[in-house]
Nanobody
């Protein structure tokens, strides 16, 4: 059974930094894309950043230059380094793994709260 375990959320002041981690277990290969999404109450979940197994990354425009996604394929772990945090970054952050199966399948973590105070 595939499980995603997130860690690293918390409360930080504006301008501060946090690092999120997401470790996948139950899958040792055929992991395609891993990434981070976030959601605030009443809004749809939105993409923050993704990273393919080959290292290609994609970011939401508002986090470019502040957030960096990276992954350790050997550990099936993806990280999100968040710098210069803003109150509008406050959300529950979810890790997502998309398999390389045919058809592909998505797995989600349980979410971790990030709160940025002004």
């Amino acid at each position: 059974q595939v499980q995603l375990v997130e860690s690293g959320g918390g409360l930080v002041q504006a301008g501060g930094s946090l690092r999120l981690s997401c470790a996948a277990s139950g899958i040792t290969r055929n992991t395609n894309v891993m990434g981070w999404y976030r959601q605030t109450p009443g809004k749809q979940r939105e993409l923050v950043a993704t990273c393919s197994s080959g290292g290609s990354s994609n970011y939401k425009d508002s986090v470019k230059g502040r957030f960096t996604i990276s992954r350790d394929n050997a550990k099936n772990t993806v990280y999100l380094q968040m710098n210069s945090l803003k109150p509008e970054d406050t959300a529950v952050y979810y890790c997502k793994l998309t398999t390389a199966w045919v058809p592909p399948y998505n797995f989600w973590g349980q979410g971790t709260q990030v709160t940025v105070s002004s």
